[in-house]
T-cell receptor
Framework: DAGITQSPRHKVTETGTPVTLRCHQTENHRYMYWYRQDPGHGLRLIHYSYGVKDTDKGEVSDGYSVSRSKTEDFLLTLESATSSQTSVYFC?????????????FGQGTRLTVV | QKEVEQNSGPLSVPEGAIASLNCTYSDRGSQSFFWYRQYSGKSPELIMFIYSNGDKEDGRFTAQLNKASQYVSLLIRDSQPSDSATYLCAPTGAGSYQLTFGKGTKLSVIP
């Protein structure tokens, strides 16, 4: 299994509070992604990173920010959580340099905003 | 906006039958096509990938690709109850950073 760890695995937070989710990899893969998964919507890309300090927006980036100060860590921050951000969040990594674009996923973080 | 369409299902097949899962995509630049399986409450895992037109077989799984029709499918032969999961299609472009997924098809294999 690819070495990807998400933390926390579960979190309940209140509306308006900031929340940071962490994704840690031990594979030295260049590309890292944050997705959210909701019933009826599938996996939707929030933000992705193609290198240290290199990030870009995905299709549902509003209300989210990311940072990547080290190859192994990719942080997702909800600046002020809202109930619409209740979801399961998945981190993924890939290594395009190998010619493959397959992604490996972390275990997921279930976030509930009350 | 890249579109990936999958029938959400549920697709129910009896044990031992062939399950056929279909996916259409809008980006003609897509060159790599991945199928992921996701069990309920778990993360997606890669089961097949295909790059060239035609069929690719791996055990009980066969991926079929028709780039002219922008269509990719996954056949599961001798379906087992353990195949019951949601199957996600993910086409990607050459050198693309972004992985775009379909919403997935839920497969239920009935014993």
């Amino acid at each position: 299994d690819a070495g990807i760890t998400q933390s926390p695995r579960h979190k309940v937070t209140e509306t308006g509070t900031p929340v940071t989710l962490r994704c840690h990899q031990t594979e030295n893969h260049r590309y890292m992604y944050w997705y959210r998964q909701d019933p009826g919507h599938g996996l939707r890309l929030i933000h992705y990173s193609y290198g240290v300090k290199d990030t870009d927006k995905g299709e549902v980036s509003d209300g989210y920010s990311v940072s990547r100060s080290k190859t192994e860590d990719f942080l997702l921050t909800l600046e002020s959580a809202t109930s619409s951000q209740t979801s399961v969040y998945f981190c993924a990594i890939s290594d395009l340099l190998s010619g493959n674009t397959e992604a490996f996923f972390g275990q997921g973080t279930r976030l509930t905003v009350v | 906006q890249k579109e990936v369409e999958q029938n959400s299902g549920p697709l129910s097949v009896p044990e031992g039958a062939i399950a056929s899962l279909n996916c259409t995509y809008s980006d003609r630049g897509s060159q790599s096509f991945f199928w992921y399986r996701q069990y309920s409450g778990k993360s997606p895992e890669l089961i097949m990938f295909i790059y060239s037109n035609g069929d690719k077989e791996d055990g009980r799984f066969t991926a079929q690709l028709n780039k002219a029709s922008q269509y990719v499918s996954l056949l599961i032969r001798d379906s087992q109850p353990s195949d019951s999961a949601t199957y996600l299609c993910a086409p990607t472009g050459a050198g693309s950073y972004q992985l775009t997924f379909g919403k997935g098809t839920k497969l239920s294999v009935i014993p």
